[in-house]
């Protein structure tokens, strides 16, 4: 399993949110060129950027930051929010990010989306499927920058797109997000067991290296992890085993 650093932008500052909430947002002291070389010195071979602004307005707001970082070489770069046309994809990809993140469109306007994993290549998307679990367990889906609730689950979601379309699938528990409580297991287990042929990405909640094997256990392809980095709640060398550049 993969671990994949990220990097939350806000008004061009590098930031970390409690379950998605604006108003709850701690603001770290790196730039963002100075974080990316932090999780390049880890070993980190890719990086997951986030335009939190984006995000919420649906207009890729960081604009100049991510196309500084995609300019520094040795990494790849995954990035989303706020991406919601063609014409920024192909912006990304061809400013050097590799890989590109669709969230609400993917949502809202799956026909699209499955038109561009076509155009782009499925290998090129990841779709951002991120949630909150209702009364009676089931992970539903929210939008916006987590700011709107939808009548979509997970797995209802997942079956509007053909299989050759999604190979990479991001999906955040809302409420173990920059909690430090730990990744919710039986929410990947439930979604590697449904879904074996994609790539699951697990974040929210991971707090040590044993979230991160136990991450690994249940065939999650990677863990995106943000807080527990930013404060080296994790000793480099317990994360060899997923950084392969370490």
């Not at 409580?181 to 974040?203: C, E, H, M």
């Not at 995106?224 to 997923?242: D, M, N, Q, T």
Request: proline residues 4%; neutral net charge.
């Amino acid at each position: 399993m993969l671990l994949i650093p990220a990097i939350d932008l806000r008004g061009g500052h590098c930031v970390r949110l409690y379950q998605g909430d604006f108003g709850a947002e701690t603001r770290y002291e790196y730039s963002p060129r100075q974080l990316l070389e932090k999780y390049r010195a880890l070993g980190a071979s890719w990086v997951h950027v986030v335009d939190l602004d984006g995000a919420r307005d649906g207009v890729l707001a960081n604009r100049a930051v991510i196309l500084d970082l995609a300019a520094q070489r040795g990494l790849r770069l995954q990035v989303g929010g706020g991406i919601r046309s063609a014409q920024i994809i192909e912006e990304l990809i061809s400013s050097g990010v590799e890989r590109v993140v669709i969230g609400s469109a993917a949502v809202e306007r799956p026909d699209e989306a499955i038109e561009w994993t076509s155009r782009f290549g499925a290998d090129r998307i990841c779709l951002a499927l991120d949630v909150r679990h209702d009364s009676s367990g089931e992970p539903q889906l929210r939008t916006r920058g987590w700011k709107s609730g939808t009548a979509i689950s997970l797995w209802e979601a997942l079956k509007l797109y053909p299989a050759a379309a999604v190979r990479h699938v991001l999906c955040t528990d809302i409420e173990r997000d920059g909690a430090l409580t730990g990744p919710n297991l039986d929410l990947y287990r439930d979604a590697v067991k449904r879904f074996p042929r994609i790539a699951w990405q697990a974040s929210g909640g991971v707090r040590d290296a044993a979230d991160l094997a136990a991450l690994a256990h249940i065939g999650a392809a990677a863990a995106v992890s943000g807080k527990a980095l930013l404060e080296e709640r994790i000793r480099p060398e317990e994360l060899r085993a997923f950084l392969p550049g370490a």
